[in-house]
């Protein structure tokens, strides 16, 4: 069973606006979140986390918000640059880390 | 500070044969995860050790996976014999202290391409 599902495996930005990418969970029990970024070649790396309890979390350019009742998370990244560009992971913090399938986020000059 | 160190980075064999990854964490980290990537999918735990103690290895397939963290630093990670399904980008993190992920991030080493023919 997906327990963290990140539905579009692709997204495409210009420069400068705002790139919003998605997550769901299904467990009820995760009471933490975190996202990876990924570049070609390299493992993840650990980029904002939000807790079960807040919903927000800013760090710059990333902020993070969490909506328990609808399960559901989102990272935006404002302004976007083309060094954003690479795979972006959810991860839920339940017995385990559990991870979404990724999202490749494009951003364009 | 050293990041987490991987070798191979990549690895060809075919069905049936043996293979071995290691894995050298940051210096001082007490918890180590190994992880299997399959193209298209996010990571998935294999293993988490916490200094040389198995924490989880529910995941693992025992019956041709085996690892070992023996003196609590470095570890490997055997696969024995391999399948065409376990072609994958193999993983391994550490983090500093307890091992629970909401409190202690997890640093990933680039990881281990493995290619089953």
């Known amino acids: 069973d997906q327990q963290v599902k990140q539905n579009s495996p692709s997204l495409s930005v210009q420069e400068g606006r705002i790139s919003i990418l998605n997550c769901d969970y299904t467990n009820s029990m995760f009471d933490y979140f975190l996202w990876y970024k990924k570049y070609p070649a390299e493992g993840p790396t650990f980029l904002i986390s939000i807790s079960s309890i807040k919903d927000k979390n800013e760090d710059g350019r990333f902020t993070v918000f969490l909506n328990k009742s609808a399960k559901h998370l989102s990272l935006h990244i404002v302004p976007s640059q083309p060094g954003d560009s690479a795979v972006y992971f959810c991860?839920?913090?339940?017995?385990?880390?559990?991870f979404g399938e990724g999202t490749q986020l494009t951003v364009n000059p | 500070e050293a990041g987490v160190a991987q070798s191979p980075r990549y690895k060809i064999i075919e069905k049936r044969q043996s293979v071995a990854f290691w894995c050298n964490p940051i210096s001082g980290h007490a918890t180590l995860y190994w992880y299997q990537q399959i193209l298209g999918q996010g990571p998935k735990l294999l293993i988490q050790f916490q200094n040389n103690g198995v924490v989880d290895d529910s995941q693992l397939p025992k019956d041709r996976f085996s690892a070992e963290r023996l003196k609590g630093v470095d570890s490997t990670l055997k696969i024995q014999p391999a399948k065409l399904e376990d072609s994958a980008v193999y993983l391994c993190?550490?983090?500093?202290?307890?091992?629970?992920?909401?409190?202690?991030?997890?640093?990933f080493g680039a990881g281990t391409r493995l290619s089953v023919l």
């Open positions: 993190a550490s983090s500093p202290v307890s091992g629970r992920a909401g409190d202690d991030i997890q640093y």
């Open positions: 991860a839920a913090v339940g017995s385990r880390l559990t």
